[in-house]
């Protein structure tokens, strides 16, 4: 089994923000394989199914993105797996938009989100994929720039980055974290 966590803030005052595309790309994912993301567990949205052939969960954590470590804990201790086993889909600025990264292990990068989960797992060795949301401009606050909306133009090559992410997250299961990281880490943004 894998939990697939998207991390991202809720309410609908963050919906579609730069913070938000692990949400995205989980909502992707459910429409893709066919299940429903909304019963609340584990401090999360959650929704179970199979893909390549492996059960999966997909979870939405609603406790904010600087306390996601508190609902992937709730999550690995109720489903008994191992870190390994958790993917995390989540935003870095230091990437261009759309450009993806896999990663099985690393610190947190200064994001708060990985930087708790780490904390609550007790340990940075395990996969995710970051989904790049453009540098921060000088003049804006991180907090405002990770929380703004893609320009229109940004939002087309993150809608296929989101597609790409869950392409990713397939090959992960279905191939492996090898044949994932050099199929997609190779690639270069689309822009």
């Known amino acids: 089994m894998y939990i697939i966590v998207g991390l991202g803030n809720p309410t609908k005052e963050y919906d579609k923000t730069r913070h938000n595309v692990g949400f995205s790309v989980i909502d992707v994912l459910a429409d893709r394989i066919g299940i429903d993301v909304s019963e609340k567990k584990h401090r999360a949205l959650c929704g179970k199914g199979m893909l390549e052939g492996q059960k999966v969960i997909l979870a939405k954590p609603q406790t ?3 306390l996601s470590g508190e609902s992937v804990r709730a999550m690995v ?3 008994k797996v191992s ?4 993917i995390i889909v989540y935003d870095d600025i230091s990437l261009e938009p759309g450009q ?3 990663r099985t292990k690393g610190s947190a990068g200064g994001h708060n989100g990985i930087k708790n989960i780490i904390a609550h797992l007790g340990t940075q060795e395990f996969p995710r994929i970051k989904v790049g949301v453009g540098e921060k401009p000088k003049y804006m606050d991180l907090a405002d720039y990770v929380l703004s909306r893609f320009s229109k133009g940004e939002q087309e090559l993150m809608d296929d980055a989101f597609r790409e992410a869950a392409d990713a997250v397939a090959m992960m299961i279905s191939e492996g974290m090898d044949a994932a990281m050099n199929h997609f880490n190779a690639k270069k943004t689309r822009g």
């Open 77 to 79: 201790d109720f489903y």
């Open 83 to 86: 870190p390994d086993e958790v």
């Open 100 to 102: 993806l990264r896999i």
């Open 64 to 66: 904010f993105m600087n």
